[in-house]
T-cell receptor
Framework: AQTVTQSQPEMSVQEAETVTLSCTYD???????LFWYKQPPSRQMILVIR??????QNATENRFSVNFQKAAKSFSLKISDSQLGDTAMYFC??????????????FGQGTTLQVKP | GAGVSQSPRYKVAKRGQDVALRCDPI?????LFWYQQALGQGPEFLTY????????KSGLPSDRFFAERPEGSVSTLKIQRTQQEDSAVYLC??????????????FGPGTRLTVT
């Protein structure tokens, strides 16, 4: 069974600074996807960034980038130039790839990020 | 276009009552998922539909939980004889398909169920 662990329940960062959220996972699968989702206080989950495990290159989306270490089963999210609107709960999630994939996401426990002015 | 919508947004039920939660996925999305999110926790998978077929219901916590998607679009999650431990936010998500790059799940705002 796959598990996803986020060891930082809460974090804070000053506006315009950089913050890194940690995520580790456990799987015996070789092909899979990893995601970071953002859930603002309004609770609608939004995809921030995704990474295909077969890709060596770390994914980047504007101010968001990941550090994907497949051997270490680590998938951290870096937010650069933090903005007040980044305040939210962030979830790391895993999805199997392949014919047996039903598409279900396995989520970590979440990290609450507070961006301070 | 419109995103995933869910209704009601909030539901208070007395213990033992039956509830029905509705999800309207994005038009044309083949895959539909239900998740349960306890307060302060990450969502947990409940069930998955591909069109009208329920292909995975391994996450349903008991036989009091039942989901359907009879015409392959709108889905309903029904909880019979609600218990206090059923209190949670129920999230619905849809995706265009599972193949290729079209596997991104789009989430609805959720229904917050409180059982008293």
């Amino acid at each position: 069974a796959q598990t996803v662990t986020q060891s930082q329940p809460e974090m804070s960062v000053q506006e315009a600074e950089t913050v890194t959220l940690s995520c580790t996972y456990d799987t015996s699968e070789n092909n899979y996807y990893l995601f970071w989702y953002k859930q603002p206080p309004s609770r609608q989950m939004i995809l921030v960034i995704r990474q295909e495990a077969y890709k060596q290159q770390n994914a980047t989306e504007n101010r968001f980038s990941v550090n994907f270490q497949k051997a270490a089963k680590s998938f951290s999210l870096k937010i650069s130039d933090s903005q007040l609107g980044d305040t939210a709960m962030y979830f790391c999630a895993f999805m199997k790839h392949g014919s047996s994939n039903t598409g279900k996401l396995i989520f970590g426990q979440g990290t609450t990020l507070q961006v301070k002015p | 276009g419109a995103g995933v919508s869910q209704s009601p947004r909030y539901k208070v039920a007395k213990r033992g009552q039956d509830v029905a939660l509705r999800c309207d996925p994005i038009s044309g999305h083949v895959s539909l998922f239900w998740y349960q999110q306890a307060l302060g926790q990450g969502p947990e998978f409940l069930t998955y539909f591909q069109n009208e077929a329920q292909l995975d219901k391994s996450g349903l916590p008991s036989d009091r939980f039942f989901a359907e998607r009879p015409e392959g679009s709108v889905s309903t999650l029904k909880i019979q004889r609600t218990q206090q431990e059923d209190s949670a936010v129920y999230l619905c998500a849809s995706s265009l398909q599972l193949q290729g790059t079209n596997y991104e799940q789009y989430f609805g705002p959720g229904t917050r169920l409180t059982v008293t």
